[in-house]
């Protein structure tokens, strides 16, 4: 079993930063990919950004060049580092890791907001 808890939420005013984190903790070898899904409210949950275990990286477009996804394997962390952040990042953000199965996070809100 994989338990996934994230961290780093909170409300931060646009063009603020924030850093997410996900440390992962249960028995298991090793983890495939990692990614940060959002879900606004009344919209669908949407992939945010992902990084493979080789570190290649995937970003959505409305996040390219702000947002940077990374990961600490000796850890078991994944991380977003958010900056420039805007109203419409305002979300609960989730983290999505594959270790032969996906495992999710609880969440965590960010909220945008002056």
């Known amino acids: 079993q994989v338990q996934l808890v994230e961290s780093g939420g909170g409300l931060v005013s646009p063009g603020g930063s924030l850093r997410l984190s996900c440390a992962a903790s249960?028995?298991?070898?090793?983890?495939?990919?990692m990614a940060w899904y959002r879900q606004a409210p009344g919209k669908q949950r949407e992939l945010v950004a992902s990084?493979?275990?080789?570190?290649?990286?995937n970003y959505a477009d409305s996040v390219k060049g702000r947002f940077t996804i990374s990961r600490d394997n000796a850890k078991k962390t994944a991380y977003l580092q958010m900056n420039s952040l805007k109203y419409e990042d305002t979300a609960v953000y989730h983290c999505?890791?594959?270790?032969?199965?996906?495992?999710w996070g609880q969440g965590t809100q960010v909220t945008v907001s002056s």
């Open positions: 249960g028995s298991f070898f090793s983890i495939s990919d």
């Open positions: 999505l890791m594959t270790v032969g199965n996906e495992y």
């Open positions: 990084i493979s275990s080789r570190g290649s990286t």
